[in-house]
């Protein structure tokens, strides 16, 4: 513990915003007050296990789904659905899949063919682990832009008369 | 537990039943009975033992998927967002009666202090949106502007100071020895409060200090007594558990999203006895939050349970641990210049941390900032960069115009980028401004005549809600009618100015005022709005839709909501193409009548011109606008004609009571909003209607995502966030840099 007289109390207060200016503030300024990384910790319903998902993420076609690893394509997924990977093969460019019910059994409304087989892996996404098929797959894709939509909002009150009051025409 | 408790427990039980993130753990209690048939999960008639043994929420887990705690979006009208540290924040949402509960429950702890509704309570300094309409914030660098706008404050007593303790005492250092008007009370909240800097505060604003807690997402508050300065937790909102030194809450009023045993993060100490005071709420001492431990030789202590005492010399301090053996304080002294001994300070250190390393940081107290120039232009330049350009650039770098002008400028500024947020724009300083400009004689040039009339009409707009208004309207007109007779130009913008100024005013005297204007020959404007215009139907859409939604008389209320984000929209395709007969149609829009009897004047775009007939179909006869509809949606050409054709078919959907199909509107607004063919604001109704459907599909995460998007802009939230991200943050007088 330092001990001051009058006398140095001058010096000391330059040095004292010295360090207070160059040594200590960038440190007090981000010291993180560490947290655990959040999870979600829930077991799965009765009769389900968790599996990994992924994602399709085609630029716009579906992807094909092939026999064997680049083998003849026997049926497509569409962009945007989950799929269960079940196998990677030794390359680790193609991945099977399987669909959410473990099985094909016909009659996917929104993927009328969906085969079990072997797709591009560059064309999946990891999700992580899930009990069920992710319920809502666009909600995951989604979150990042509707919430920046909310904040671009709240930011830019008075730019908004600013920039509207450029637009000359619709058309 | 009191019957009334649990029927309202029951009753949130039932409903927090709903949310699938909250299913597993109300399985695994046995506190819900799968039924497969149904697919609903109802509360086992033991559900008062099940709850017990219900595991524990934490705010980690909220956090990471939100959406899946949310059980409706039914009379959503609150959304909160917790405090925390970059990322690490949670946005909730409550409904209407929760956030009255929690209101009236407030005023009750207030009144315990003496500060009722005629006490106006101004936060300082610090993240926090003023509670109740008559109080205010005020934000940004602690510095002389901040400090006499405060002074001038509390020079309207009664009034009362709110803020984190860290921020009022850096406030207070500076105002030490000036004359300070008196305080009601001194309100500390968001962190620790510790004894030195009680004394300070009291020291200094000569007023009792009141320490209030408040983890809102939970439904926790609590507040002083002034009896025996203890603090009562708010025992009515929420069912309260201490488990292993945490509080556990279970909200009773929220519906929207409901928290069950859920763990905020505080660590709390209950006190056995109850107060002295007589209130029968619980007290207890809050300790803080585990990570925040501090190294004693007692072992890891929170900082709620250290005791940080004022000494002499020092007006307030902060400790820094790098670890178990070295410390930084920084002291910031008082300006007397004389020996400042550290003697009790070493005593205190020793004592409470060990023997370890201390380091001091001496604060100089800032030098006086010398007063800001002002950089003054020409007039004209002022006029046309406010007119043809931006205001925001103007508001951040620009000068202020040479002469008259001038405080037409201030007035400008002191309303639309304010440094006290309020409610209603209203403030000294604009009233300052304001009687200044209502006494500037009438001007030779009509250029700078015109602007005046423009600010006095803007002005009317904004502080709609005084009793002022109507007079500041009337002389803008006075000026406006002198200056047409001397100039005949219809053309000019002003004359638009004069018509949306209406629109914030008392709306029963709307059709006698637009009359007045039409008699004058004013309704054959051919004006092509400039920024200025834009600007000000931006500012008068606020308070409009703020008495709107009072009178509860608009045709888009309650199913096509929030109104303003319709409006807003409109503007957003239309920019320059706004003419009279939109302006009429807003105001229909708003009031349900509208304000000139043929309002169907054609504008410069065909397209435009269609989409407003269809407009008024749809707010007048939803039911049948099938031939309107044809003709306005066969005109779309671009993509952004066909991107509003969609967003109107949305709008009809709404108004006709039909959800909308996620599956279908979600891709294409999606689309719509990538390629920017529409402003995210116009959607807010939209994503409102669509949580409500994505509810009932199970879907709550996307849900949740919709409500997050359908945030309805506001003025004053944007100039809050504005100011208050830089400075004003929370700031821990005892903090542990190890971790
Ligand atoms: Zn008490």
Not at chain 1, 36 to 45: F, G, I, W
Not at chain 1, 155 to 168: C, E, H, K, T
Request: aromatic share 8%; hydrophobic share 45%; charged share 15%.
């Amino acid at each position: 513990m330092p001990w001051l007289t009058s006398w140095k109390h001058r010096c000391f207060l330059l040095l004292a915003v010295l360090l207070s200016g160059v040594g200590l503030a960038p440190r007090a300024q981000s010291a993180p007050l560490v947290e655990a990384s959040p999870r979600v910790a829930q077991s799965c319903p009765d009769g389900l296990k968790r599996r990994p998902f992924a994602r399709v993420v085609t630029q716009a076609d579906p992807l094909s789904i092939r026999s064997q690893p680049n083998g003849r394509v026997i049926g497509t997924v569409p962009k945007g659905w989950a799929v269960v990977p079940v196998q990677t093969d030794a390359s680790k460019q193609w991945v099977k899949i399987n669909s959410h019910f473990d099985r094909y059994d016909g009659g996917f409304a929104s993927a009328p063919n969906f085969r079990i087989g072997w797709v591009a892996a560059r064309y999946l996404k990891r999700l992580g682990n899930f009990c069920d098929k992710p319920e809502n797959p666009m909600g995951l894709l989604h979150w990042h832009r509707f919430s920046q939509y909310s904040a671009s909002l709240q930011a830019n009150w008075l730019q908004m008369g600013d920039r509207w009051a450029v637009l000359r025409s619709s058309r | 537990m009191h019957s009334l408790t649990a029927a309202k427990l029951q009753r949130i039980l039932a409903r927090a039943a709903i949310a699938p993130g909250n299913r597993d753990r109300f399985l695994s209690a046995g506190l819900v009975i799968p039924q497969p048939a149904t697919g609903q999960f109802p509360l086992a008639a033991d559900w008062p033992t099940a709850f017990a043994r219900l595991p524990i929420l934490t705010q980690e887990t909220v956090r990471t998927n939100p959406g899946l705690f949310l059980a409706g979006v039914e009379h959503c009208a609150y959304r909160g967002v917790t405090s925390g540290s970059q990322g690490n924040h949670l946005i909730y949402f409550a409904d209407t009666l929760w956030n009255q509960t929690r209101l009236t429950q407030l005023a009750a702890f207030l009144q315990g202090w003496g500060i009722d509704d005629r006490v106006a309570i101004v936060n300082v300094a610090s993240r926090l949106f003023p509670l109740r309409p008559q109080d205010t914030t005020l934000l940004g660098a602690i510095a002389p502007p901040l400090l006499e706008t405060l002074l001038m404050q509390l020079s309207y007593p009664p009034v009362a100071i709110r803020g984190y303790p860290s921020r009022l005492c850096e406030v207070a250092a500076r105002l030490l020895g000036k004359p300070i008007p008196p305080v009601v009370a001194v309100i500390c909240t968001g962190e620790s409060l510790f004894e030195f800097q009680k004394q300070l505060l009291e020291q200094v604003f000569a007023a009792p200090v009141v320490n209030e807690y408040g983890c809102q997402e939970s439904g926790i508050s609590g507040f002083t007594c002034p009896e025996a300065g203890r603090l009562h937790l708010d025992d009515t909102r929420c069912v309260y558990e201490v488990i292993d030194g945490q509080l556990v809450t279970t909200d009773l009023w929220n519906v929207v999203m409901p928290m069950v045993r859920y763990q905020c993060g505080d660590m709390v100490q209950l006190d056995a006895h109850p107060c002295d005071c007589g209130r029968p709420q619980p007290t207890a001492k809050i300790l803080g939050r585990q990570v925040d431990g501090i190294y004693t030789p007692q072992g890891r202590q929170l900082p709620g349970a250290l005791m940080l005492p004022a000494f002499e010399g020092i007006l307030h301090y902060q400790v820094m641990q790098e670890d178990a053996h070295h410390l930084t304080l920084r002291v910031y002294p008082d300006a007397h210049d004389r020996p400042l001994s550290f003697d009790a300070m070493a005593t205190w250190v020793t004592a409470t941390f060990g023997e370890v390393a201390v380091q001091v940081l001496l604060e100089q107290s800032p030098d006086p900032v010398p007063a800001s120039v002002l950089t003054v232009c020409n007039p004209d330049v002022w006029i046309h960069g406010i007119t043809q350009g931006n205001w925001t650039e103007w508001l951040q770098s620009g000068p202020l115009p040479a002469g008259e002008l001038q405080v037409v400028a201030q007035l400008l500024q002191a309303i639309v980028t304010p440094i006290v947020i309020s409610y209603d724009k209203n403030s000294m300083v604009v009233q300052q401004y304001l009687q200044a400009v209502l006494t500037l004689p009438i001007q030779t040039s009509p250029m700078i005549e015109r602007i005046i009339i423009r600010t006095l009409f803007f002005a009317s707009s904004c502080l709609a809600q005084q009793p002022g208004a109507i007079a500041i309207y009337q002389q803008a007109r006075e000026r406006l009618y002198q200056l047409f007779e001397k100039t005949s130009d219809c053309s000019h913008p002003a004359i638009l100015d004069a018509f949306i100024a209406t629109l914030a005013l008392p709306w029963d005297d709307v059709p006698t005022r637009w009359q007045a204007l039409l008699q004058r020959g004013l309704g054959q404007t051919s004006a092509i709005p400039d920024t200025f215009t834009l600007q000000h139907l931006i500012h008068a859409f606020e308070p409009a839709v703020q008495r709107a939604n009072a009178v509860k008389i608009s045709p888009l209320v309650p199913s096509c909501t929030p109104v303003l984000a319709v409006l807003l929209g409109d503007l957003a395709t239309l920019g320059q193409q706004v003419n009279l007969a939109w302006v009429a149609h807003w105001f229909e829009v708003l009031s349900g009548r509208s304000p000139m009897a043929d309002p169907c004047v054609l504008g410069q775009d065909a397209f435009c011109d269609r989409w407003l007939q269809w407009r008024q179909h749809l707010i007048r006869q939803p039911q049948t606008c099938d031939q309107a509809w044809q003709q306005f949606s066969q005109m779309a050409r671009s993509p952004q004609q066909q991107a509003r054709v969609l967003l109107e078919q949305g709008y009809h959907h709404l108004l006709a009571a039909q959800p909308l199909p996620p599956a279908i509107w979600l891709p294409q607004l999606e689309s719509a909003l990538q390629a920017q063919l529409i402003s995210p604001v116009s959607v807010a109704p939209l994503w409102r209607s669509l949580a409500q459907t994505l509810i009932e599909q199970q879907q709550h995460p996307l849900a949740y995502d919709c409500l997050l998007a359908s945030v309805v802009p506001s003025s004053a939230s944007a100039r809050f966030e504005q100011l208050a991200h830089p400075e004003n943050r929370k700031q821990a007088v005892l903090l542990n840099l190890d971790g």
